[in-house]
């Protein structure tokens, strides 16, 4: 029987906002008082790619636990997420 590894990664995006400000301080702060209010619009996103810091072999109990800590609705379609290396 193949094991299973755990691979977590980062996906990472540039954005690009335009901001109205006197200083880059201001821009700064204005920036973070108002990114997480949903009406902060952005002028492009571009996908700088995804990269791995994490990865190691997991047990079938440490899959059923870390796909129950958020998705605990998708227990009985666990198999959906492991991908199968073609041989």
Do not use: C
């Amino acid at each position: 029987m193949k094991k299973v590894v755990l691979i977590e990664s980062l996906s990472s995006f540039r954005i690009r906002y335009f901001v109205e400000a006197d200083s880059l301080d201001e821009a700064h702060d204005y920036f973070n008082a108002k990114i997480g209010d949903g009406n902060f619009e952005e002028a492009s996103q571009e996908d700088m790619g995804e990269y791995i810091f994490s990865s190691r072999f997991v047990s079938q109990e440490e899959i059923k636990t870390i796909v129950s800590e958020k998705s605990p609705w998708m227990l009985n379609e666990i198999d959906n997420f492991i991908n199968k290396k073609d041989n």
